[in-house]
């Protein structure tokens, strides 16, 4: 079983960049493949961006398309989000997550969840 914590969420004005990490415990995280997903207050979880267990293969949401970059490094046995030019409609708690099988865009496929962490993009 593997644990994960997010971490690098805080408050940006819109236009500006953030990146989360998300740190694995317990399994190495090349054993899974990983997402990330995202809820604003009043909205269901929403894709965000997931990456093959190698790194080899990565999806976006059209949302985020060529201004958040998802990545990994396995040797460090971390996650990471890069999101550029955040707009207001970036705010939510962002969700790193793990599963044992390919990359998916659908929340209930992840097995393994973070307790999230806060982006805020003001305008």
Partial sequence: ?????????????AGGSLRLSCAASGRTLSSYAMGWFRQAPGKERAFVAAIAWNGASTYY?????GRFTISRDNAKNTMYLQMNSLKPEDTAVYYCAARTDYSSSYYEDYE????????TVSS
Wanted: without cysteine; proline residues 0%; negative net charge.
């Fill in 61 to 65: 949401a059209d949302s985020v398309k």
């Fill in 112 to 119: 393994y969840w973070g307790q999230g962490t806060q982006v």
């Fill in 1 to 13: 079983q593997v644990q994960l914590v997010e971490s690098g969420g805080g408050l940006v004005q």
